[in-house]
């Protein structure tokens, strides 16, 4: 039977080194659906109309480099808004759930959406100033030249508007056990979704 690790959270919370280790630890495969999403953003920042981009995403799509950029991530917000974007996300995710040998997906609805049947379900969380410490810290690393302010601000917008969305909106699934990150370190927030994926197999 396919095992199923469902992982949501906000931006900068930590579910993608997460969700990363935990498939690496139990020897899952891993989606990380926000790429679909962003995928699709690109191809609208490229002029391409969403739900059509959305219709014809191949798996190769996710490969595409400057996904990871905040204006793609901005985009995807956008789309991901789209009822009709959604629905052409669905099989792909949910094939990819039952894949044999069993999958870690996260993103924003997979507990709630995607796969509620999942037998493990996480959310992943921390406070917005603490992943806008994060997510500056990165973009700082990697030289660009940005103010705390403004990538604050960048996550408070994407919050709202994941959690304030009426399609399939970001919240923890009435099962999901709940890890907040903001004084954790990876190591530490790793560990503690080791034990709780454990806990459901
Ligand atoms: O997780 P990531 O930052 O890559 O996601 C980018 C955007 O895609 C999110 O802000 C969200 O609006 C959207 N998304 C979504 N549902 C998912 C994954 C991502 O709506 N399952």
């Known amino acids: 039977m396919a095992f199923t690790v469902a992982i949501d959270g906000p931006a900068a919370s930590g579910k993608g080194t997460i ?84 999958a870690v997906l996260d993103g924003r609805d997979i507990g709630t959406v995607i796969c509620p049947e999942a037998e493990a379900k996480l ?16 973009l700082v690393a990697a030289g660009a030249d940005t103010r705390f302010e403004a990538v604050l601000e960048d996550i408070r917008a994407r919050d709202e508007r994941d959690m304030g969305r009426s399609d399939a909106p970001l919240r923890p699934a009435d099962d ?6 903001s004084r954790l370190d990876v190591e530490a927030a790793v560990a503690a979704a080791i034990a709780a994926v454990d806990a459901a197999r």
Do not use: N
């Open 19 to 102: 969700s990363k280790r935990v498939a690496a630890h139990f020897g899952l495969g891993h989606l990380d659906t926000g790429l679909l999403y962003r995928a699709v953003g690109r191809r609208m920042l490229d002029g391409e109309e969403p739900v059509s981009a959305a219709r014809a995403l191949v798996p190769g799509d996710l490969e595409v480099e400057g996904l990871r950029t905040a204006a793609v991530g901005e985009a995807a917000s956008r789309v991901g808004a789209l009822p009709e974007v959604r629905a052409a996300l669905l099989d792909f995710q949910r094939a990819f759930a039952r894949r044999s040998g069993g």
């Open 123 to 138: 959310f992943v969380t921390a406070s917005a100033e603490v992943r806008a410490e994060r997510r500056f810290r990165e």
């Open 176 to 181: 999901a056990v709940t890890i907040d990150t």
